[in-house]
């Protein structure tokens, strides 16, 4: 049996099961989270929400705000599979899927929907089989154990896919392939595309206006993450991509997150919504390396 082992380690508790619900609980529970444990809904037929956008940071930081994502499919009912759209974090000069197998957290086992990812593959010609770069990736693995905790790690499948491209035209392609998959499934399927926003401070190599003050610097990226934000709500995929390019932004999830809107505005999307958004110096005070999370839906 082939098991895609956790790798995201420091990310979140990759070990204790009994650790890994209390830390998730918490996410729900804390200042900038919901305030409240998530419950299922009962009528995933009339849902509304076909797809999310997450952040992919350590618990201890975006945790809370992606709580709100996943908040709020947990009142969609229980899905059959989730597509996750993640960024290669790694060089991937491609756009990766995984089509067999299990992926593990300390919650369990959650397997690969094995007949939806090699339609998906059929559907799309930038999408391949390839398992190397969601080994040591991050930005995927660190949304399943919500998802485990919300609907139980065996009641759900996912397909994995990995986005090293960052055009328009890719994410277009990916898109529509995810979407026209998904269609003649005819299954209950969730799309969750990771991303963080604005990447700000020396660790990162990028401060356009220097380091303080602080507060000069909050402002700024806050104001930039709005843009980004707006084009997001306005569901313009092309918008967004060109708007990270052309003025060299640091969101690493710009093409998981254009995909996402495409497969949902061909599956009925009509609108975007942000749910939570905060920056790492709001939830924790941290001044030298700032990242930007937002938890938004994209709904009917």
């Known amino acids: ?20 619900l209390k830390q998730l ?14 419950s299922i809904g009962e009528k995933i037929a009339e849902r509304g929400i076909l797809s999310i956008v ?14 709100h994502g996943f908040y709020a499919l947990a009142s969609e009912g229980r899905p059959d599979t989730v597509v996750i759209i993640g960024p290669s974090h790694y060089g991937w000069p491609g756009v990766a899927l995984m089509s067999s197998g299990f992926w593990e957290s300390p919650l369990g086992l959650t397997e690969i929907d094995t007949e939806l990812a090699r339609t998906i593959e059929k559907k799309s010609v930038v999408i391949s089989e390839e398992d190397r770069p969601h080994r040591p990736e991050h930005s995927l693995e660190v949304e399943l154990p919500f998802l485990q905790y919300i609907f139980g790690a ?6 994995p896919i990995a986005m090293g491209l960052m055009d328009y035209n890719t994410s277009k392609e990916a898109g529509e392939g995810v979407a026209s998959a998904i269609k003649e499934s005819e299954k ?18 990028y401060y356009p206006i220097g ?30 991509i060109d708007l990270v390019i052309n003025e060299g932004l640091t969101m690493c999830g710009c093409a998981p997150v254009a995909a996402g809107i495409i497969a ?20 924790r005070g941290s001044k030298d390396a700032i990242v930007g999370y937002l938890s938004a839906s994209i709904e009917k």
């Open 264 to 283: 949902a505005k061909a599956l009925g999307a009509t609108k975007g919504r942000t749910l939570k958004y905060a920056t790492s110096y709001d939830v």
């Open 211 to 240: 380091t303080s003050p602080i507060e000069k610097v909050i402002g700024w990226v806050h104001e930039t993450d709005g843009k980004i934000i707006k084009t997001i709500e306005s569901l313009d995929a092309k918008g967004l």
């Open 54 to 67: 997450s952040p992919h940071a350590g618990y201890y930081y975006s945790g809370q705000i992606a709580a």
């Open 188 to 205: 209950e399927v969730f799309i969750v595309s990771s991303t963080d926003l604005t990447h700000y401070g020396a660790m990162y190599g």
């Open 154 to 159: 065996e009641s759900f499948k996912i397909v």
């Open 1 to 20: 049996m082939k098991v895609r082992k956790p790798a995201a380690y420091g990310f979140y508790e990759t070990v204790d099961k009994n650790s890994l």
């Open 25 to 38: 609980e918490a996410c729900f529970l804390g200042d900038f989270g919901p305030g409240k444990l998530p």
